[in-house]
């Protein structure tokens, strides 16, 4: 349902300074012999175009370690259809959003070697050289009653919501070698030090719905900021993911829409040298990208330009923006199709269902557009689409309907040519 009036004026702007803390655990890459990275990129053939995506797999599980364990062998039902999703569609740089997190890279190694190197169906084994996991804020302790229920513990306690560290983690595959050296995530920068950051208040109170205590601890990232970058030929594109947590379960005080808008805005911030000075990485170093460096931000924003209940200026942020390529908007003949059938809140939406990538309650929210691949504004589209066949499709079968055989939400990828090679 559309934002209105009551929620949105909830919403106040505050601006504080504090100070960076905690520390980050080490990221998992592969492979893990350096020297011979090279050795595994694909040619550069520029007559090509290169295929970013953005996937929410729905690959978490209930408990630390169940999906490392699930994907050390073949043949589980719902990462077989992921898999063959992705083989069918190619990325060539690809974001996995909801993958749970583990230290050892377990379950991303093990999704590579037993689902996406093994054929599915008729469709063609995929393989991938390159791969990059580091932690989530989900389910760490934060020590405080964020959610003000009373008690201290819990998902609703944690940095960002998760039964478990690391659930609803994120991982990058890449045909393309990634610069190691030079990627930098963001886990711990402060909510509050983002100039006019939209930190809730208590409607009750009208006082901060966060105690300055709590301010000095609590991130802006539900699962992290990664700036990833890939090498092309002799060029780098900075593969910019996150995963903002979703703008519900928090009413009336409305903590989670607002922190949804200002995860957004950190990228729309971060690719503007004159709006990202506030900007901290995890190592101490300040600043975004500089001037002229081509990315493509992609992930699962939980934000729909027109429908659902995020923030009005919420993917906004990075729709209107100056620096990003909005031409081609990717679509799907599925989409419609499943919107007109479900009907419910579909019925009342004011967005295009060619554009949703994600099938949620016919009742509320219905089907929304949630997940981007958004490139640079010099960034060629080539070519777009959400991976939403027809019923009549026999694809349709890889994502069909509630209960989901692979996820509620749809793959989206995006063909850019990369300039200047």
């Given at each position: 349902m559309p934002l209105h009036g009551v929620r949105w004026a909830c919403v106040l702007c505050l601006f504080a300074l504090l100070p960076l803390s905690g520390c980050a655990e080490e990221p998992v890459v592969a492979p893990t012999d350096e020297a011979n990275l090279s050795a595994h990129a694909p040619a550069a053939d520029f007559n090509k175009e290169i295929r970013f995506a953005s996937f929410n797999a729905s690959l978490n599980r209930f408990n630390s370690g169940d999906l490392a364990t699930e994907l050390s062998s073949p043949g589980s039902a719902q990462p077989d259809v992921i898999a063959e999703i992705i083989q069918r569609t190619r990325p060539d740089v690809l974001l996995i959003n909801e993958f749970d997190y583990d230290a050892g890279g377990v379950a991303a190694q093990g999704f590579l070697d037993n689902y996406l190197k093994v054929a599915h169906g008729d469709a063609t084994p995929i393989d991938y050289p390159y791969m990059y996991v580091?932690?989530?804020?989900?389910?760490?302790?934060?020590?405080?009653?964020?959610?003000?229920?009373?008690?201290?513990?819990?998902?609703?306690?944690?940095?960002?919501?998760?039964?478990?560290?690391?659930?609803?983690?994120?991982?990058?595959?890449?045909?393309?070698?990634?610069?190691?050296?030079?990627?930098?995530?963001?886990?711990?920068?402060?909510?509050?030090?983002m100039p006019g950051a939209m930190l809730p208040v208590d409607p009750g109170t009208q006082e901060p719905w966060y105690s300055e205590e709590e301010l000095e601890v609590f991130r802006l990232s539900s699962k992290s900021h990664w700036d990833i970058p890939v090498v092309i030929g002799n060029k780098t594109v900075h593969f910019l993911v996150s995963h903002p947590t979703p703008p519900v379960f928090d009413w009336p005080e409305y903590r989670n829409g607002t922190?949804?808008?200002?995860?957004?805005?950190?990228?729309?911030?971060?690719?503007?040298?004159?709006?990202?000075?506030?900007?901290?990485?995890?190592?101490?170093?300040?600043g975004g990208l500089p001037p002229g460096a081509m990315f493509v931000i992609a992930g699962d924003q939980n934000a729909d330009p027109y429908d659902g209940d995020s923030t009005p200026p919420a993917i906004a942020q990075l729709l209107e923006h100056p620096q990003v390529n909005t031409k081609v908007t990717p679509d799907s003949e599925g989409g419609p199709e499943q919107a007109e059938l479900q009907g419910g809140a579909n019925d009342t939406?004011?967005?295009?269902?060619?554009?949703?990538?994600?099938?949620?309650?016919?009742?509320?929210?219905?089907?929304?557009?949630?997940?981007?691949?958004?490139?640079?504004?010099?960034?060629?589209?080539?070519?777009?689409g959400v991976f939403w066949p027809l019923s009549s499709d026999p694809l349709f079968a890889l994502v069909g309907t509630f209960p989901f055989p692979s996820s509620d939400h749809r793959l989206v990828w995006v063909d850019v040519r990369v300039p200047g090679n």
């Open positions: 580091a932690p989530s804020n989900t389910g760490i302790p934060s020590g405080f009653d964020l959610d003000n229920n009373g008690s201290v513990g819990g998902p609703g306690d944690a940095f960002g919501f998760g039964f478990f560290e690391g659930q609803f983690g994120m991982v990058v595959y890449s045909m393309y070698p990634i610069d190691m050296g030079a990627i930098r995530t963001f886990q711990l920068f402060l909510w509050a030090d922190r949804n808008s200002d995860e957004i805005r950190f990228w729309a911030d971060y690719i503007i040298p004159s709006r990202s000075a506030y900007i901290y990485d995890d190592d101490g170093m300040y939406h004011l967005g295009d269902p060619a554009f949703d990538t994600a099938d949620f309650s016919d009742f509320a929210p219905g089907n929304l557009r949630a997940d981007y691949v958004l490139p640079f504004k010099n960034l060629l589209i080539k070519d777009a």
